[in-house]
């Protein structure tokens, strides 16, 4: 066996633990949108086929969609599946089980849509931290056209509803036999919103200095694992870019991100994941240190590196330089959902083509995994 596949072996496919759960290697595949449910949010047999694939072709966690926490403000798009209701719970069970029985753990992950809304059967009405709206237009291939709406500053009263949301999800998401629940804090929707200086103006205790924007985060964090417990793990994601706004960096740089991993350190969180662009290379400009290197400085939480990772020499050297405990991939997950077994076997591996989107408007690759 050749040097560079013994790292591979060794960095990728060792057992890693986050809270209580035990996970048999190092590949987890990372959230993407999907527009796949049926109208109501209630995920079907086209979205069972989908994440079951996954757990077949080898990843020891599969972390969902950006599924809606409520029924008021937080679905983001049509056709996306929900976590706000007993019968959208019932109908995760089996999928989860599916999951589960293939030897992965299965993370719901709970998103509010916030200003980045394009698409809400419950109401016309956005809402953020501040009066805000992106300055891009709507995403056609996820139903939407023109441009975002300017979405309602936020009451404490309305902050309040907005975390009880998440609470109450995440009850739903032990109930219905999740391994673990992961937050939405990045990629522009509404608890990135908080943090972004961009979107929030407020002069309350959730506006103002940095500390102050990730506020809603950590109460968000404590109250939610108040209500799980910790029997299934609870994660946060996190990135500087944002859905609109690919370029964004956060202002203060590594300062910044020793505030809000420090603070974010503080809290119950099992895990910390991290988007990037690219998640190998500076997250802050010329010679600094990555994303995830930063939130494996500031915290002791393990820490899942996500972006452009689909290459193993790549992703095991992420590991092996301690940038990392975790490699989420998603675009090569969609290429090939055996992607794990394949890189275990030392087989080649399909580079993502852009057809695999599973959006009813978009060709869609099938479900049946060659093994």
Known sequence: MSESKVIIMEELFTQGNIGKQTLKNRYIVAPMTRVSSEEDGTPNERVHKYYERFAKGGFAAVITEGVYPDTEHSQAYKYQGGLATEKHARAWAPIVRSVKSHGALMIAQLMHGGAQTQGNRH??????????????????????????????????????????????????????????????????????????????????????????????????????????????????????????????????????????FSELGKTNV??????????????????????????????????????????????????????ADFIGIARQALAQPNTPNRVRNGDSLNKFDGKAIMTPQAYVKDFELEM
């Open 270 to 323: 099992d895990y910390i994941h991290i988007s990037d662009d690219d998640a190998a290379t500076p997250g802050f400009g010329e010679d600094t240190m990555t994303m995830s290197e930063a939130a494996k400085k500031f915290t002791d939480k393990p820490v899942i590196a996500c972006g452009k990772l689909s290459d193993p020499s790549k992703a095991a050297n992420v590991l092996r330089q301690n940038q």
């Open 123 to 260: 109401t016309d009405v956005t809402v953020a931290p501040s009066a805000f709206s992106p300055s891009v237009d709507k995403v056609e291939v996820y139903y939407g056209s023109g441009p975002f709406p300017t979405a309602k500053e936020l009451t404490l009263e309305g902050i309040e509803k907005v975390k009880q949301g998440f609470i109450r999800s995440a009850e739903l998401a032990k109930e219905a036999g999740f391994s673990g629940v992961e937050l939405h804090g990045a990629n522009g929707y509404l608890l990135d919103e908080f943090l972004s200086e961009i979107s929030n103006h407020r002069t309350d205790q959730y506006g103002g200095s940095v500390k102050n924007r990730v506020r809603l985060l950590k109460e968000v964090i404590e109250e939610v694992g108040k209500a799980i417990g910790t029997d299934i793990i609870l994660g946060i994601r996190i990135s500087q870019l944002k859905a609109t706004n690919g370029s964004y960096k956060w202002p203060g740089g590594e300062k910044d991100a020793e505030i809000i």
